[in-house]
């Protein structure tokens, strides 16, 4: 080939290169548009600048998980690697405040969170998405649902979810006195976390669970800002599903321990279920609100035979 040839050649490659580039942005800065996120690398920027750090596993059908109250997508390992090894898509990412996300200081309330959960969906364009929710979570997937319908989402597990509403009030008697959770935040969480978490991380788990793993929970929990453990505690505390899960138009899986002392299975997973009469309930026996962990095989099988479903 002559040099001209080479010449023209280079020329063609790098003007097609460019054209790539400049179709990829404009697609890019479209996609931002229409629904205020975009990938940066291993975050997803949400509409108001906040940095969600997200980790995308595998290939198949997605599955989302979304933690718990402090808790981050680490927690979700024992999920994530078996599941994306079974041929499914597994994309975690921490909460606003938790883990490696940003911490705007504000955003803290469920309508922001069930937001940053549709930037999160929109940036990857998941469809046909199996939510797997653990705690206060559930509430951001019902909240998502009804603000954003379920046109990328299938089905919605929820795992120990603290729904359907906590809170004591003249028409939720079974509820807890809300001067309990009041209390809670002043002296528990801004006097001496650490040690609170410390002297209570028995109950997350079981006889058989080692210390190791819940100082390691307990680690994760740490990593959340103060701020965002005070706001969220009162968004999961005192923020009431109840007209919401009756409405929900998609497959539901709850998973609920009856040894559950953070979310009680009376008013918590047997409440849910009796607002979604179309919902399949797993009770699992002798299983506390880790159960992610202390029964993770079981809720495994449980999640692939869900998502195929």
């Known amino acids: 080939m002559h040099r001209r040839d080479l010449l023209k050649g280079a020329s063609a490659a790098i003007g097609g290169a460019a054209l790539l580039s400049a179709d990829t942005a404009i697609a890019e800065r479209a996609r931002s548009a229409s629904t205020g996120a975009r990938v940066t690398g291993p975050f997803v920027e949400t509409r108001d600048g906040t940095q969600l750090f997200y ?26 690697a078996p599941l994306s090894d079974s041929g499914l898509r597994c994309i975690a990412y921490d909460r606003r405040g938790h883990g490696r996300s940003s911490d705007p200081g504000r955003g803290f309330d469920y309508d922001t969170l069930a937001d940053d959960l549709a930037a999160v969906l929109d940036a990857l364009d998941l469809k046909n998405v199996t939510l797997v929710t653990h705690s206060m979570a559930g509430g951001e997937a019902i909240r998502y649902l009804s603000r954003h319908g ?144 202390t029964h993770a095989e079981r809720l495994n099988q449980d999640l692939l035979a869900f998502a195929a479903s």
């Open 55 to 80: 980790r995308d596993w595998g290939t198949g059908v997605p599955l989302v998980f979304v933690s718990g109250w402090a808790l981050t997508s680490d927690c979700w390992g024992y999920q994530m």
């Open 150 to 293: 379920s046109k990328r989402v299938a089905r919605v597990a929820l795992v120990a979810a603290t729904l359907p509403f906590l809170t004591k009030t003249a028409d939720n008697p079974d509820g807890i006195d809300p001067a309990v959770f009041d209390n809670a935040r002043r002296n528990v969480l801004l006097r001496d976390f650490p040690k609170a978490l410390r002297d209570n991380m028995k109950p997350f788990g079981v006889a058989e669970t080692s210390e190791a793993m819940l100082d390691w929970i307990a680690d994760l929990m740490l990593g959340c800002s103060m701020k965002a453990l005070v706001e969220c505690n009162r968004a999961l505390t005192g923020t009431d599903f109840r007209a919401e899960l009756a409405k929900v138009d998609v497959p539901t899986l709850i998973v609920h321990g009856d040894k559950d002392v953070s979310a009680p299975l009376p008013i918590t997973g047997r409440k849910t279920a009796a607002l979604m009469p179309q919902a399949t309930v797993k009770i699992y026996e002798g299983a506390p609100h880790g159960l992610f962990l």
